[in-house]
Nanobody, 122 residues
Framework: QVQLAESGGGLVQAGGSLRLSCAASGRTFSNSIMGWFRQAPEKEREFVAAIKWIDGTTSYEDSVKGRFTISRDNAKNMLYLQMNSLKPEDTAAYFC???????????????WGHGTQVTVSS
């Protein structure tokens, strides 16, 4: 049974940093893509970042480029999202997801975590 569990969310002031973690269990994703999405209240879930597990190739949504960094630890089967220079508009529930053929399409992912809340105060 595949499980994804996010952690690391919290309340932070604008300009601060947080590091989200996603622990994957039940299988490895060595030939897959994993991603981070976020969803603010009354808004659709949106793509944040993705990484190709096998070679570390990354993709980012434009508003987070230069501020967020996605990474993975193959040995620990962990996915990370380092978030710097946070803004109030980054406030959302953040979800990790795995197994997709198109990294930016939430509907294409096979597995999801339950999310972790990030709140950025101004």
């Amino acid at each position: 049974q595949v499980q994804l569990a996010e952690s690391g969310g919290g309340l932070v002031q604008a300009g601060g940093s947080l590091r989200l973690s996603c622990a994957a269990s039940g299988r490895t994703f060595s030939n897959s893509i994993m991603g981070w999405f976020r969803q603010a209240p009354e808004k659709e879930r949106e793509f944040v970042a993705a990484i190709k597990w096998i070679d570390g190739t990354t993709s980012y949504e434009d508003s987070v480029k230069g501020r967020f960094t996605i990474s993975r630890d193959n040995a620990k089967n962990m996915l990370y999202l380092q978030m710097n220079s946070l803004k109030p508009e980054d406030t959302a529930a953040y979800f990790c997801a795995a197994e997709t053929s198109y990294y930016a399409d939430a509907a294409s992912y096979a597995y999801w975590g339950h999310g972790t809340q990030v709140t950025v105060s101004s």
